[in-house]
């Protein structure tokens, strides 16, 4: 029976992000070619009803085992990089095999963390994946494994799944899994079917993942977290039961339904969101927070209480309470040292301090993003 809560928020998704983990796309450490066959087809089908797919899919480390003749997943980064270099063509090999069934042109797109911080490559990335889409093309990503080392690895595909629905402002964002949901209380407890935006859920999130994965529950909830803070909703549910999708976009109850917090988000914003690496942050005092949080205010020097880092005008910052707890991100007007000169200051002493003035606001309010109220 169809929800009507569910449908509310399903109807109407006109652009999907649906993630694919490593555990539903392999076995016994090999891809798992009849499940790519079944999501290809399912995916075909849902593309049939007017959406339109983007696939985040992971598997390329699995994929790369065998040849490379490793039993387990590899702990050195470099394993990790040479297995996700064999296994990334044998992955889109595989998903193209099943999509040409449906008729379906499949493209790939490797991404990093560098390539979403730099607000051209962001664009860029954007334009490319909304092209395929307009093409008709199904888009597979996944993270440039071979390149990404520690300090530009986005981490964990769910993440990237995330990224990638603020990235092409998407409406929805499936994640697909070997677990049925978000079960209450950790592993054994009933599946949640619905939580609620200001729900909080870390009591039900069991630690561990599954042997070929990366990431786990809490990094699902934590991409549903970041999409739902943008205004969209997202799904954790179980790809490898027969019909997931069909079943899940028409409403009925299968996985767990996180609903947005707040109204869709600015492209502005959302790229803010996304920017994974902020190059310092701004300490604020409670007033300022307060501020900030409550009244949408802008950040002015007065509430500045300390400056981290060293960055240009124009540089993604946190800005944090005063003991260093961040709660939002947005875009400095100043540099670091100018800012440090002014901070406690009054917008009237700009121009005698600095000897210029450009605008009274550190982080003007169209330029930030709250993510902790
Ligand atoms: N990018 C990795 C792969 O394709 C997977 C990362 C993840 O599953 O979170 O193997």
Redesign the pocket.
């Known amino acids: 029976m169809p929800e009507p809560l569910r449908q509310r928020y399903l109807d109407p998704a006109r652009v999907v992000v649906v993630k694919i983990?490593?555990a539903v796309l392999t076995r016994d450490g090999r891809l798992h070619r009849p499940a790519l066959a079944r999501l290809g087809a399912e995916i075909a089908e849902l593309r049939r009803t007017g959406r339109r797919v983007i696939i985040v899919s992971?598997?390329?480390?699995?994929s790369g085992l065998q040849p490379l003749g490793l039993s387990s997943m590899p702990k050195a980064i470099v394993d990790k990089q040479a297995a996700?270099a064999v296994?990334q063509q044998i992955l889109m090999a595989a998903w193209a095999e099943a999509f040409r069934k449906e008729r379906v042109a499949v493209a790939q797109v490797l991404l990093t963390a560098d390539d979403l911080d730099h607000r051209t490559r962001y664009l860029n990335a954007r334009h490319t994946l909304q092209n395929l889409l307009h093409h008709g093309v199904v888009p597979i990503v996944?993270?440039n494994?071979s390149v990404s080392y520690d300090e530009i690895k986005m981490g964990?595909?769910?993440h990237l799944s995330a990224l990638v629905t603020l990235l092409v402002s998407a409406d929805l964002l499936i994640m697909l899994t070997v677990v049925d949901g978000l079960r209450r209380g950790g592993l054994d407890g009933p599946v949640i079917p619905l939580v609620a935006a200001d729900d909080e859920v870390s009591t039900h999130v069991a630690r561990g993942k599954s042997a070929t994965?990366?990431?786990g529950m809490a990094t699902k909830v934590a991409a549903a977290a970041l999409v739902g803070r943008s205004g969209v909703p997202a799904i954790i549910a179980p790809g490898t039961r027969k019909g997931v999708l069909r079943t899940l976009i028409s409403g009925e109850e299968v996985g767990t339904l996180f609903e947005p917090r707040t109204r869709r988000l600015d492209p502005r914003r959302r790229w803010l969101a996304t920017a994974t690496r902020a190059r310092g942050s701004l300490l604020v005092d409670d007033g300022a927070r307060r501020a900030l949080v409550e009244r949408k205010a802008s950040l002015l020097p007065a509430g500045i209480v300390r400056v981290e880092g060293r960055f240009a005008s124009g540089a993604v910052v946190r800005i944090c309470d005063a003991a260093g707890e961040p709660f939002a991100r947005g875009l400095v007007s100043y540099a670091s040292d100018e800012i440090d000169r002014v901070r406690g200051c009054k917008g009237a002493e700009l121009p005698q301090i600095l000897g210029y003035r450009y605008v009274d606001e550190i982080v003007h309010r169209n330029d930030m993003v709250i993510e902790k109220s």
């Open positions: 983990g490593s992971s598997g390329a480390v699995a996700a296994g996944n993270e494994d964990d595909n769910d994965g990366i990431g």
